[in-house]
């Protein structure tokens, strides 16, 4: 099985790896586009649609320091692809290396259920669910800024802070009444 | 100007949009420059209406004037209205030899031979389209100008679009249509929409198409958007393939805008979990309709971000391939 591994290449000198998985392919453009635009020391950003990644790129790809599944709550397919698309992770990037990132949270035709799976797959895997809004500039910036932020402590580019640390802290959490849920 | 012949024009005025109007009047040429100059414009609607009539009946203007201001506005506006397309069968030997005056004759002969009471007018247009449009009466009434049918042909093609004709009056229209052009028999080409151009550009095959090929690799002119070196695609293959294969089944740029596809079902039910509707003898009657603004538009998106799966299924890709949006699956093929 072609897993993808975090710690078997050699890192660069201040050089920091993203790997961008969409299903729908828009938003990991875009997103690539501002993170290379807001950090001028190089950073790596290596875009995907699902997992596996193909073989012949093995030799030339990067050593990748963080891989961020953008879900799409608006389509089961998008969930469905990035938890097909888990398998082919080494368990070694489950500290700190993986975030999720959401968008559409807010759409009310969204229905609230695949939320809650998002939030607890991110749980069970100890990994940070964040919420962007794809639709605007300011939207992108902002998550291309917060992306910034995990992936420069995932790389280790952030002196006293490890991946793993931090995803103590920021880790997605999922209150025990959450299937209990009603909004009266 | 009898009345009918008022509500006529006054019908048609609520039809055209201001902004055309005048284009429109002008076109028309029936009036005189300075009636035309004394038409303000920038008045409301009906006070131009009113204005309108009174000079017409001024000069006299009859229905067949009106009628044909009709026929202008829709030419200029066919995208409105359901249009079917029909295919004419089996050419006679001096059919790719007819032009335009000896095709006007034989169907104002035919059609008036038919149905006694009927108004055709013949027009053709700048693209080499033949414009008809007929009004029906019967054997006792006068033609009925508030629902004419408009019918378009290119000489020397076997494709015939036509719009809001009733069944009662179809096979006379076919008739007349088939000896004029010298084919055998004319066949609905299961072809429906509401754009005119969409649907003349897919029977004619006017789009631009985007045939197979063994080196899909873009030509080295084309100037590639400079790719940022940080950025790298890893399954940018696939997704080449993706969009060429759905370019190859729809096609390329700005595609004809069809509004719908309606498959017919008529195959028997294959479920194993249903037992109930499973292995009936009659076939399973069901319909399935894709409706969308520019629907090959969608299509070609689904095909090319992987919705749908590739090679495309020939059921999608014979609407273009096969030029029809109308399809009755059977059990043995399309």
Redesign the interface.
Known sequence: MSLLKPFSKLPGLNTANI?LVE???QFQ?KL??TV?LQEKT?????????LP??ME?EES?PRIDLVVFIIHLTSE?SFQSAETSLKYLDPGYFQGKVCFLVTNARNVSVPPERLVSVRKLAASLHCPLLCAEDQTTEGVTTAAHRLLAILKVAAGLVPMATGLYLSTLTRCTVPSDIDQQNFE | MDDSTKRLLQRLMRRIPSQMLQTILDKWAHLSREDLHSLDFTQPKWVLTEHLLALCEENGLRVKHITELEMIYIIENPNQGMWHGFQLLDAEEDAPSIELTQFKEQFKANLTELISHVSIKIKKHTDEAIWIRVAWGDNFTKPYHLKPTYVVHHLQTPYVFVTGVTSKHKPLLNQALVLATRYSSMKDAHLSGRNLTAIRDLLMRQYQQVFPTKHPKPLQEKNPVPR?P??????A???ENRLQMACEAFGDGTLPQLQKAVYKLETKFRDNSNKTLTGREEPFRGVVEFASTNLLESLRHCVS???ASTPVTPLLSSITQKGRNYFVITDKGV
């Open positions: 790997l299903n729908e392919e453009q690539a586009d290379v190089v950073n790596v950003n290596v875009l995907a649609r699902s990644l193909p790129n790809r397919l | 940022n940080n950025i790298e695609k890893e399954q293959e696939n997704t971000s992987g919705m």
